[in-house]
């Protein structure tokens, strides 16, 4: 297994697992992105997110898409992990855990001061995983998101 950065030539491969993991979430109907989207806030003027495949063999079998933030409290950016997946027939195979790892050296060769994710309450799976590897649930903070209707509102639109 191997680990590479996605190129402009990977878009159509990054929306797939886009699609996949939306899936698998049960959201595919939520998803909007394109191509295009994805070329220009990728690989873009301003790059807004990166991503990494995991490779068995030449197959591209997982990615992660992932972002810097910054932490006031540490004065240091850090990574924020979008999207993290491996196809259902390459799981358990530490497929994820190699794709964390190399998060993980990221964030240490960028001087971030923590690397962390979200994961959905039902994910059992996924949430003893991330357990078992050191992250610690963040149970005392409260997700909020504006977004639509809502944003445009609060934008003065």
């Known amino acids: 297994?191997?680990?590479?950065?996605?190129?402009?030539?990977?878009?159509?491969?990054?929306?797939?697992?886009?699609?996949e993991l939306?899936?698998?979430?049960?959201?595919?109907?939520?998803?909007?992105?394109?191509e295009k989207i994805l070329k220009e806030k990728l690989f873009g003027p301003r790059k807004y997110a990166e991503v990494i495949?995991?490779?068995d063999e030449n197959e591209p079998v997982g990615f992660a898409l992932f972002f810097h933030n910054f932490s006031t409290f540490l004065g240091k950016p850090g990574l924020?992990?979008?999207?993290?997946?491996?196809?259902?027939?390459?799981?358990?195979?530490?497929?994820?855990?190699?794709?964390?790892?190399?998060?993980?050296?990221?964030?240490?060769?960028?001087?971030c001061g923590r690397l962390e994710w979200w994961v959905l309450n039902w994910n059992k799976k996924a949430i003893d995983?991330?357990?078992k590897i050191g992250a610690q649930a963040m149970d005392e903070w409260t997700v909020f998101r504006?977004?639509?209707k809502a944003l445009e509102e609060l934008a003065g639109s």
């Open 22 to 34: 939306a899936d698998y979430e049960k959201l595919l109907h939520e998803v909007v992105a394109t």
């Open 129 to 131: 995983f991330y357990l």
């Open 53 to 55: 495949f995991a490779y």
């Open 80 to 111: 924020y992990l979008e999207d993290l997946y491996v196809r259902p027939t390459h799981r358990s195979k530490g497929i994820g855990q190699q794709l964390l790892k190399c998060l993980a050296q990221l964030a240490k060769e960028r001087d």
């Open 1 to 19: 297994m191997n680990i590479k950065f996605a190129t402009e030539e990977d878009i159509p491969l990054i929306l797939q697992f886009i699609k």
């Open 146 to 148: 504006v977004t639509g």
